[in-house]
């Protein structure tokens, strides 16, 4: 088995508790099924939030889809001005076979984040 590590993001419409749960668990869904994992392989994940998404933490979502063993930390994304607002982002670590090719997940409005990934769309 091999260490990696991927990455995603998705974007909600409003700053509540239902959005950001929902859309963390979507991406969680979408990086899970994508990549073939469960959650036994997942060694740690990282979620960061923009600043004006504060009404729950993405890593509540990600303990309700059975991440309960999985060390999880949320953060502040940077607030560079003009960047995307409204962005839920995560970075996974997780071991899989040697051979695995890692498939990174944006949605909705992040797609834009990464277009130069075609895997990850």
């Known amino acids: 088995m091999r260490l990696y590590a991927l990455r995603g ?7 509540t ?22 959650t036994d392989d997942v060694v ?12 729950e933490f993405p890593a509540v979502a990600a303990r309700r889809l059975g991440f309960d063993q999985v060390p999880l930390m949320c953060a502040r994304e940077v607030p560079v001005p003009g960047a995307l607002p409204k962005v839920i982002r995560v970075l996974m670590h997780y071991y899989a076979a040697p051979d695995h ?21």
């Open 44 to 55: 740690s994940c990282l979620f960061t939030l923009t600043e004006d998404l504060d009404a």
């Open 101 to 121: 090719q890692a498939r990174h997940v944006y949605l909705g409005d992040a797609r834009k984040l990464r277009a130069d990934l075609e895997s990850a769309q």
């Open 17 to 38: 508790a239902e959005d950001i749960l929902g859309a963390t668990e979507w991406l969680m869904h979408e990086i899970m099924q994508r990549n073939g994992l469960t």
């Open 9 to 15: 993001a998705v974007t909600v419409d409003r700053n």
